[in-house]
């Protein structure tokens, strides 16, 4: 629920209450004052007015914001899968069909992805790209994209969605120059660049960050 939300919420159990105490001449009856009586009408002549303000706003602008907001919720999943579906990408990339070996821990993953030979054909050579180099310069290209997609939605995501969004776009892997060369690394192995490790831990970071939000986005659905 909105911060606006809960304000009318609060306000409108106030006025309620204050209605009701006044009414029932409950209201301030501890009070000695000579004017508790014109005190009460005065909060009593409030109460209505911020009443019927509150009901105005629930049904101009509360309820068609949270009609609107289921319809862009199933939008806004659906685009959460498919920026869900480009990072898994980037994540099974160095492995070839059915990736039975790719390895659920960090420390194996990077350790996988710092000796991978960025000049091999990505999967076999599926998707028309010259090599995995050629591959992630696309897919992180997309992963932007996509994020900004979903960030135009920015109304109906939660503070920590857009947060998230957010750390994946600043990403070293989507943000960063990909891929370093170092000359001296050139005489040891000419095949690795000097920032694969960090790609790799970037890669992984980001895909669980994302497997995150779609948690939270299916238990709101049930």
Not at 22 to 33: A, E, G, T
Request: aromatic residues 12%; contains cysteine.
């Amino acid at each position: 629920m909105r911060k606006a939300d809960i304000i009318t919420v609060v306000v409108a159990l106030i006025c309620i209450y204050a209605i009701l105490t006044i009414k029932l001449d409950m209201f301030w009856r501890i009070c000695v004052s000579e004017n508790a009586d014109n005190i009460n009408e005065i909060i009593l002549n409030l109460s209505y007015s911020l009443l019927a303000a509150v009901f105005f706003y629930i049904f101009i602008e509360a309820i068609p914001f949270y009609l609107t907001r289921n319809k862009i919720r199933v939008v806004i999943l659906n685009k959460l899968n498919e920026l869900k579906g480009s990072i898994h990408k980037a994540k099974t990339a160095i492995y070839l069909p059915s990736f039975r070996n790719i390895p659920n821990t960090e420390t194996e993953f990077v350790k996988d992805f710092s000796n991978k030979d960025m000049s091999d054909a990505y999967q076999l050579g599926v998707g028309g790209f010259k090599d995995l180099k050629d591959f992630f310069a696309h897919n992180k290209i997309n992963i932007r994209t996509q994020i900004q997609d979903i960030l135009s939605y920015s109304s109906f995501l939660t503070e920590t969605e857009i947060e998230i969004l957010a750390s994946i776009n600043t990403s070293k892997y989507v943000n960063d120059y990909f891929f370093v060369k170092d000359f001296e690394m050139l005489k040891i192995r000419a095949d690795l660049y000097d920032n694969q490790k960090e790609i790799g831990e970037s890669i992984f970071a980001i895909d669980k960050l994302i497997n995150t939000i779609q948690t939270r986005n299916k238990k709101k659905t049930l």
